[in-house]
């Protein structure tokens, strides 16, 4: 039997869920397409989560010399996208969102071909299909707190290609997993949902700066099994300086110019106490809509 | 891992709520959840990865809502949206006396040596009554599938599929309907892994409402969903037969006098002949001499005429003409009208006897035509209905009170009134608490599972405060109605009571 929970939701999207992984997936391209999509997406989705854990304590361990010796496909896709990150600590742990939102769009571009556009969206990191006249709008929250859309970002697909396939991920202190830094929401666009994911972390992590408003505690303390072990995550931030703001996007901005030179993100949107900073390319700039109160 | 989020009324009813769950491990208060594979450690006042366990000073907790159901105010009041946006319900919907709590999403103490999660108190009709509310990990349950057709859907005991996997058989089948036994222990947990967990997840979907497609051993495939007509091998049933074929003589005999000489109704069960049939008789009808195959049982009554199937009144036949074995020449006359029809009016046929006794088809007269038609009026529509069926005979009892069998002995009185989510139970008479309940009357994905596997079903007892604390009733875990209102009345999932239904607090049972 399925271990997981399946249904439709208004709009005929499809949700998944089990555990910790929170499938909101959307398909578009004709009722044969979608269902032959969501149809793949449930399969794929069927002991994902077993599979994952069955390698639970390697996927905990940081990144060093050698790739680790992982044999799920979802396990390798997570390891593959932190890989670039492991001069710093960084354990495979950072994409898991991301890559099972990858894993299961790859199912579901694989048993429907012509579908115009798509989304899995886990619990905000995002894997996005498009294609050339079929964009896609994704809100953007820019506070966790608040945890409401506040401006959207419309990704079109490249001119020459059939199918662009993407991804978008947010992090922030208020996540769902820890950060180092003290940005409220790092949105990050990247080649998969995997590698949005995992620099999306490492965004938020540099987005930070010394203050005594900032409260941190050893990840273990909070979470015994954290893959973070005794690092410091923060667990509060208080008033911040307009100083202290800017000082922690400045290091933010300078860690996402280097990602994005490095070709390992397409852009990224940073956020401290409702200031923002914008790098990479022009299309991926927060359109706030009029009608929408910030 | 999340703190809980930061609401202080929520967070003391989540304490208080956490209270009666018993799951915790090792030092420094730390939880261990296994609601999922991830097995989240989880220290105090944190939750799990998924956010929807947390530990509150060192026991778990479930974060789902718990449904309350609200007596419509007035009637045809709808469902109170709800979960997410809590701040969109104003409270004043919910007055104490007019809202029952129901075991959904309460959380269960298995294995129950705790107090039931919630254990209410309110006033009816100044009545102080008791309502132990639960969530029950039935490892014995079934689903008993009621199908309105007499298509044959394969032989009795026949084994049912769901996936490959044997998940249950065809069982008697009642007049009109094909039954199927769904589930039980055997299938659950006494048979292969993959048994058990097509079984689970079969009953799941049937009890939440959901289609599931079958397959009998020797029969056919059959999609099940309770309130739905049946697909038989890809065609929707519509119409229930009105009748076995004799008792559609009986009751059309009179209409038909004058209009047609013989009428054969064709029936898996008994196909009846109308001029040697009773009916036939009382109205003087002129014997017509048609011997059909099959055995006979009293006069005009016919048992297997052929065998069962998907054709004419669920049995095999396509050909009505092939059911007549012969045409006696001494009885039968040329120009006899002779008229073949199915118990539903689906499958009709009108003859006449040529000189040489053949039957030659001719087009129906406009007033025969009528009456077939009548039949398929009289006919009620096919429906499936799921009927779950458990026993909450074990441990349950003592997160309900330290004497168990007080308890079963009141329900089987009937001073204790069962209700599972707030839909009312049949009891089986006899020994334990085994129930049955109509899953279309319960609120809507009413039911879980534990990966045991076991299904998980809301389930309360409602007594009055005087008969509970008698039965070792849990005296110090009642809480007032209003109490819950308050914790959990911003985060429940509020529905209205189903129509149909008793309100569960009956005034008369109290």
Not at chain 2, 162 to 186: C, D, F, I, P, W
Not at chain 2, 282 to 295: E, F, K, T
Request: charged content about 20%.
């Amino acid at each position: 039997m399925k271990s997981h929970r399946v249904a439709r939701l208004s709009g005929n999207r499809l949700h998944l869920q089990e555990g910790p992984s929170d499938l909101v997936i959307a398909a578009f391209g004709g009722p044969s397409q979608t269902e032959r999509a969501y149809a793949a997406a449930e399969d794929a989705f069927d002991g994902l989560l077993a599979e994952l854990t069955g390698e639970l304590r390697m996927l905990r361990q940081p990144l060093a010399a050698q790739p680790p010796a992982l044999t799920g496909a979802t396990a390798r896709r997570m390891a593959r996208a932190c890989w670039a990150f492991r001069a710093q600590y960084i354990t495979p742990m950072a994409a898991v969102a991301g890559a099972v939102a990858d894993t299961v769009m790859a199912a579901m571009i694989a048993a429907a071909p012509r579908l115009e556009r798509a989304y899995v969206n886990n619990g905000g990191d995002i894997a996005i299909l498009v294609t050339p006249g079929h964009p896609l709008d994704i809100g953007v929250v820019p506070s966790l707190a608040r945890a409401r859309p506040e401006g959207f970002i419309r990704l079109h697909a490249a001119p020459h290609a059939a199918q662009h396939f993407r991804g978008i991920a947010t992090s922030g202190w208020r996540g769902r997993s820890f950060s180092r830094g003290i940005a409220d929401a790092v949105t990050v666009l990247a080649r998969s949902a995997a590698e949005a994911d995992a620099a999306a972390t490492v965004i938020a992590n540099a987005t930070d700066v010394q203050d005594g408003a900032v409260l941190r505690r050893p990840a273990q303390e909070l979470d015994p099994d954290s893959d973070l072990r005794h690092l410091p995550v923060t667990v509060d931030v208080g008033p911040l300086s307009p100083k202290a703001i800017t000082a922690a996007l400045n290091s933010g901005a300078r860690t996402a110019e280097a990602l994005l030179r490095d070709g390992l993100i397409e852009g990224a949107l940073l956020s401290v106490a409702d200031e923002w900073r914008s790098v990479g390319e022009s299309s991926f700039a927060l359109v706030r809509p009029t009608d929408t109160a910030p | 891992m999340n703190e809980l989020n930061p609401r202080p009324a929520h967070d003391a009813a989540l304490a208080e709520r956490s209270r009666k769950f018993g799951v915790s491990e090792g030092d420094d208060g730390i939880v261990r959840c296994d609601a999922c594979p991830v097995l989240c450690r989880i220290r105090p006042g944190r939750s799990g990865a998924c956010s929807r366990y947390a530990n509150e000073n060192g026991l778990l907790v479930r974060t789902d809502p718990v449904v309350l159901l609200a007596e419509a105010v007035t009637e045809g009041q709808h469902v109170v949206p709800f979960a997410e946006n809590a701040e969109d319900w104003d409270g004043s919907v919910l007055a104490p006396e007019r809202v029952f709590v129901t075991g959904i999403g309460s959380g269960t103490t298995y294995p129950d040596y705790k107090p039931a999660p919630f254990i209410v108190s309110s006033q009816h009709e100044g009545v102080d009554t008791v309502t132990v509310v639960t969530e029950g990990i039935f490892s014995y349950c079934g689903v008993k599938v009621k199908i309105d057709t007499d298509r044959h859907l394969g032989p009795e005991t026949a084994a049912v599929r769901a996936n490959g996997e044997q998940v249950g058989h065809v069982t008697t089948a009642e007049y009109g309907s094909q039954m199927l036994s769904l589930g039980g222990v055997r299938h659950l947990t006494g048979g292969s892994k993959k048994e058990g967990n097509a079984t689970c997840e079969a009953m799941l979907k049937l009890s939440n409402g959901e289609a599931v497609e079958l397959t009998i051993d020797g029969g056919h495939g059959v999609v099940v969903q309770a309130g739905q007509a049946p697909i038989v091998d890809g065609k929707p049933e519509t119409r229930m037969r009105v009748g076995c074929g004799s008792a559609t003589i009986g009751i059309f005999a009179k209409q038909w006098q004058g209009h047609v000489d013989e009428v054969i109704v064709v029936d898996d069960h008994i196909t009846g002949v109308l001029t040697e049939h009773q009916a036939g008789r009382v109205l003087d009808m002129r014997p017509a001499g048609i011997r059909v195959r099959g055995r006979k049982s009293t006069p005009g009554r016919y048992f297997q005429v052929a065998e069962p199937g998907m054709g004419w009144g669920g049995t095999d036949i396509t050909e009505p003409l092939s059911i007549i074995q012969k045409i006696d020449p001494a009885v039968a006359w040329p120009g006899m009208r002779l008229l073949m029809t199915s118990t539903t009016g689906e499958d009709s046929l009108y003859c006449v006897l040529d000189e040489n006794l053949l039957p030659v088809e001719a087009e129906m007269p406009a007033v025969v035509r009528q009456v077939v038609e009548r039949i398929g009026e009289n006919c009620e529509p096919s429906l499936c209905t799921v009927t779950f069926v458990a026993g909450a005979g074990g441990s349950l009892r003592a997160g309900v009170t330290e004497n168990p069998v007080l308890l079963t002995r009141s329900v089987q009185s009937g001073a204790t009134r069962v209700t599972m989510g707030g839909a009312p139970v049949y009891v089986w008479p006899g020994g334990g608490i085994t129930v049955m309940v109509d899953v279309l009357r319960m609120p809507k994905n009413a039911f879980g599972y534990v990966p045991t596997p076991a299904l998980v079903a809301p389930i309360e007892f409602t007594l009055s405060r005087e008969l509970y604390l008698a039965s070792g009733g849990h005296a110090d875990e009642i809480v007032p109605v209003e109490e819950v209102l308050r914790a959990h009345g911003g985060q429940a999932r509020i529905e209205g009571g189903a129509a149909d239904n008793p309100w569960p607090l009956r005034r008369d049972a109290l």
